[in-house]
Structure formats: structure tokens, C-alpha cells
């Protein structure tokens, strides 16, 4: 049952702007990404394992919603990029290296950072 303040949270998410959305939506990965290296440092894989798995959803929401009949020339590199992020994810997951999730956390850091200085330029 979805209590009142989960319907509020949903209708927020879907009443916000795209651009702020994919924000939002970049802050969650980033901070899945983070849990995961905690707990790998912690020896701690259950918990990393299922940060790692909401990565990966995360990652395939993302990989979904590229659109490459729009014709963008960033269609196809951001599409390698979140493969590769992918993959090192799972390898993380395999491995325990906290070394590939910081690697994941820098690649999807600097893509948040490019959408900032777009969403905000473009204001």
C-alpha cells in the first residue's frame, strides 16, 4: 500500500522538469556508487552487491532513455560510456575492487557535471 507521503514523492518526480529529472537520477547512481565502495572497504559484499545491483538498474534506466534517432552525435558515446561504467560495475561486484567503482563514481561524476553546466546555461 503507498502511504501519502510515497504518492507525494512520485507526483514530485513526475511534475519536475527532464533536465532536473536526469539530475536527480545521476545524484541517485552517484550515491549507489558510494554506498557500494563503503561497504567493499567495509568487507562488507551483500551490502556492496546490492548497491551495485541498483547501479546497474540505475545504469539501464539510463541506457534506455538514449534516443538515437534524434540524430546526436552524443547518442552513441554516451551509450559506450554507461557499457563500460556497466561493466566495471559488475566487475567490482565479481572482484571487490573499490578501484573500479571509484573509476565508475569519476565517469558519472563528470557526466553530472557536463549536465549541470548545460542545464545551466541553457537558463
Same mark, same amino acid.
Given at each position: 500500500?503507498?502511504?501519502?507521503?510515497?504518492?507525494?514523492?512520485?507526483?514530485?518526480?513526475? $511534475?519536475?522538469?527532464?533536465?532536473? +529529472?536526469?539530475?536527480?537520477?545521476?545524484?541517485?547512481?552517484?550515491?549507489?556508487? @558510494? @554506498? $557500494?565502495?563503503r561497504a567493499v @572497504?567495509?568487507?562488507?559484499?551483500?551490502?556492496?552487491? +546490492?548497491?551495485?545491483?541498483?547501479? +546497474?538498474?540505475?545504469?539501464?534506466?539510463?541506457?534506455?532513455?538514449?534516443?538515437?534517432?534524434?540524430?546526436?552525435?552524443?547518442?552513441?558515446?554516451?551509450?559506450?560510456?554507461?557499457?563500460?561504467?556497466?561493466?566495471?560495475?559488475?566487475?567490482?561486484?565479481?572482484?571487490?575492487?573499490?578501484? +573500479?567503482?571509484?573509476?565508475?563514481?569519476?565517469?558519472?561524476?563528470?557526466?553530472?557535471?557536463?549536465?549541470?553546466? $548545460?542545464?545551466?546555461?541553457?537558463?
Open positions: 500500500m503507498t502511504t501519502v507521503y510515497e504518492a507525494y514523492q512520485r507526483d514530485s518526480l513526475l $511534475a519536475m522538469p527532464r533536465e532536473q +529529472l536526469l539530475l536527480k537520477i545521476y545524484d541517485a547512481l552517484l550515491r549507489r556508487i @558510494e @554506498e $557500494a565502495r @572497504e567495509h568487507g562488507e559484499p551483500g551490502r556492496a552487491g +546490492l548497491a551495485i545491483g541498483k547501479s +546497474l538498474d540505475i545504469m539501464a534506466a539510463l541506457r534506455d532513455s538514449l534516443d538515437a534517432k534524434t540524430g546526436a552525435e552524443c547518442v552513441p558515446k554516451l551509450d559506450q560510456l554507461y557499457r563500460t561504467v556497466c561493466q566495471w560495475l559488475v566487475e567490482a561486484n565479481m572482484t571487490q575492487s573499490p578501484r +573500479l567503482l571509484e573509476s565508475s563514481r569519476k565517469v558519472i561524476g563528470t557526466l553530472k557535471e557536463g549536465w549541470d553546466g $548545460a542545464i545551466l546555461s541553457a537558463r
